[in-house]
């Protein structure tokens, strides 16, 4: 499985999908959004910390388990450091796969464990 992990303090720039094989058959794509509210207090954005290369480790890692899982041919995964404005992508992150089912799958998981295990942090700033 081809994997890029990018770290950015820029606006997120999404590059047009590299297909790898002519058998790719789903593009699964994800943005996450800043939203205003964090917890019921309003906000003009957030604060992303990382520790960019321990970060990298743990999602090659799980990028490498969920591959096991659910088969796939590429992930690419940005993530904003840095001051993140309301309503600006903090987190891009596209999976190819053969079929969709894998990649949904992968992608949800992908998402739900970063933010368990990864060391990328948050901060609200109001």
């Known amino acids: 499985m081809e994997k890029q992990i990018l770290f950015t303090h820029s606006s997120i720039v999404i590059p047009p ?6 058998e790719i058959g789903a593009c699964v ?4 959004l800043v ?13 992303y910390e990382a520790h960019e290369s321990m970060a990298r480790k743990h999602l090659d890692r799980i990028f490498d388990e969920l591959c096991a899982a659910h088969p796939c ?9 840095g ?7 903090s987190l891009f992150v596209r999976v190819l796969s053969s079929h969709r089912g894998e990649a949904l799958r992968f992608l949800a998981d992908a998402i739900d464990r970063m933010k368990a295990d990864v060391p990328i942090w948050k901060c609200a700033k109001k």
């Not at 794509?29 to 996450?32: H, L, N, T």
């Not at 939203?35 to 604060?47: F, I, N, S």
């Open 29 to 32: 794509e994800f943005q996450g």
């Open 83 to 89: 001051w993140v404005p309301v309503g600006e992508a």
């Open 35 to 47: 939203r205003e509210l964090e917890q019921g207090a309003a906000l003009a954005g957030l604060q």
């Open 73 to 81: 041919a590429a992930v690419l995964f940005i993530h904003r450091l």
């Open 17 to 22: 999908p590299v297909l790898p094989s002519r």
